[in-house]
C-alpha cells in the first residue's frame, strides 16, 4: 500500500536536506528507505503516472508552499 503524501514529507526533507529535490532522483531511494513493494511501486493512476511518484510530489509541493 502507497502511503498519503504527508508520509513522504519527511523523507522529502530528509533528501533536501542533501540539496534540491528532483522527484525523478530520489523516488527510489524513498520507496527503498520506506520498504514499498515493487507491486506498489507499479501502481498507475488513470492519467498512466506512477502513484507513488504523485504521492511523493504532493509531499514536495506542500513542503514548498509552507516554505520549507
Known amino acids: 500500500m502507497i502511503p498519503n503524501y504527508q508520509v513522504f514529507m519527511l523523507p522529502v526533507l ?12 530520489v523516488v527510489k531511494n524513498i520507496a527503498d528507505e520506506m520498504n514499498i513493494s515493487d507491486e506498489d511501486r507499479k501502481i498507475k493512476i488513470s492519467s ?15 513542503l514548498l508552499q509552507a516554505g520549507y
Open 14 to 25: 530528509k533528501a533536501a536536506s542533501h540539496g534540491t529535490v528532483n522527484i525523478a532522483d
Open 48 to 62: 498512466g503516472s506512477s502513484l507513488l511518484y504523485g504521492r511523493i510530489s504532493w509531499a514536495k509541493a506542500y
